[in-house]
């Protein structure tokens, strides 16, 4: 019995609804009014990609000017030492005369 009193109800809430959105449905227009609705939505689609462009173009403009203000800080870092002369661009080259090659010889354990 319980079981046929939650049918019931499941039934008149689908009827409800049924009944609601049959009274409640807007027609569809006609195709005129829905191609009109598109071509007005091509301008805001435009407007949208300008803008989105924009936004863009100044994140990118700070993005290369950051980058600009730390290379000219390296830069000028660089040229502070290399004027106090702690910094030296050229490595300095070793003649080596007279070497002596020693050779070492290490025995390698039997248990592995």
Known sequence: MNNNHRKIFIHRIIDGKQSESSTNRSTPGSPWQR?????????????AMLLGMVFFSIFFALIVIVA????VR???????????????????????????????KTKKSEYK
């Open 68 to 71: 600009g203000a730390i290379g």
């Open 35 to 47: 191609w009109l609705f598109f071509l007005a939505l091509i301008p805001l689609f435009i407007g």
């Open 74 to 104: 390296f830069w000028w870092l660089r040229r502070k030492l290399q004027k106090s002369g702690k910094f030296e661009e050229k490595e300095r080259s070793i003649d080596i005369e007279d070497a002596e090659i020693i050779e070492t």
